[in-house]
């Protein structure tokens, strides 16, 4: 049963001892009729309502009271999940303006720098090309664009959506962070939960085996402890789901993926039959002779003599 299950696993973290966890043992035949009631721990009433009802009546009421509850948190939840896509689609909606321009000028900019010479090839793709490229011919250049090559575009673009990606996600924490906040403030600090709190954590500490009621304080302990924990966990997770999953942005990325690997054909494609290779042969070369006379020492001065 939810109640053993949830006992035993704090006997094995140590969280209660030996003898409080046996005395536990015996109520589970509770555990399908109890939950918690507000007024439970209420001195003023308690004794008044043990004399009034049965203790059937009264667990019966305490269920109806904790499905209440429980719908309460699921309304709850369900309307601040779908206030929040919301708040991230707006978010996304504004940043896909700010998308679309670093797309164009990524394009621009990669279709620039394949069809010239790049001298610092080697450490920004950790790929070796000259000098052994001076001797190959037309096959061994197709080979290498196609191998090498595209592999170095390919990872240009996921290191432009992997950029864009963590923009976006920096911005979407800012909005998560604020509506835990409002989890933490709206449902966690309300009255009759601050209340259901303050009486299971002090009866955990001090809870008397020989009362008559102790199978029913127990369980409503247990209960309140894993149903607290549920709501926390449903909301993390959900939080977290939201964070990893944005429609907005997969859609928007799936149609830059789609349309980058038909780029990337048409490139090869002109890459190839402008024979591009020659243009980077060429472009070293000045390269190479403009650095040559940049660098040449300064003439010595003569002194002359007197």
Request: aromatic fraction near 14%.
């Given at each position: 049963m939810r109640c053993l299950r949830t006992l035993?696993?704090?006997?094995?973290?140590?969280?209660?001892n030996t003898p409080f966890f046996k005395n536990f043992i015996h109520f589970n035949k509770w555990v399908e009729n109890f939950k918690?009631?507000?007024n439970y721990y209420n001195n003023q009433t308690l004794e008044g309502i043990h004399k009034r009802l049965p203790l059937r009546v009264y667990f019966d009421q305490v269920n109806e009271n904790h499905k209440y509850r429980n719908r309460l948190w699921r309304d709850w939840f369900n309307t601040h999940k779908e206030k929040i896509t919301a708040d991230l689609n707006n978010i996304a909606e504004k940043s896909i303006q700010n998308w679309e321009k670093g797309w164009e000028d990524f394009v621009k900019?990669?279709?620039h720098k394949w069809l010239h010479y790049n001298d610092d090839m080697k450490k920004e793709y950790k790929c070796t090309v000259y000098p052994q490229a001076l001797k190959w011919g037309v096959t061994r250049w197709i080979s290498w664009f196609k191998d090498k090559g595209l592999a170095c575009l390919k990872q240009d673009f996921h290191k432009f959506l992997s950029k864009y990606r963590k923009e976006h996600q920096r911005e979407m924490k800012v909005v998560l962070q604020k509506w835990h906040k409002v989890y933490l403030n709206e449902w966690c600090n309300q009255p009759w939960k601050l209340r259901?709190?303050?009486h299971c954590k002090k009866?955990?500490?001090f809870g008397l085996t020989g009362d008559p009621y102790y199978n029913v304080k127990s369980y409503q302990w247990s209960s309140w402890m894993e149903r607290t924990k549920g709501e926390?966990?449903?909301w993390v997770d959900n939080l977290r789901d939201?964070?990893?999953n944005c429609p907005t942005w997969n859609e928007w990325k799936k149609g830059k993926c789609y349309f980058y690997k038909s780029w990337l054909k048409e490139f090869t494609k002109q890459w190839i039959s402008n024979e591009q290779w020659n243009t980077w042969n060429e472009e070293r070369k000045k390269h190479i002779v403009s650095n040559a006379e940049n660098t040449k020492p300064a003439p010595k001065k003569t002194v002359q003599k007197k």
């Open positions: 035993k696993y704090l006997q094995k973290k140590k969280k209660i918690y009631e507000d900019e990669t279709e259901e709190n303050y009866w955990e500490k926390h966990k449903q939201l964070e990893k």
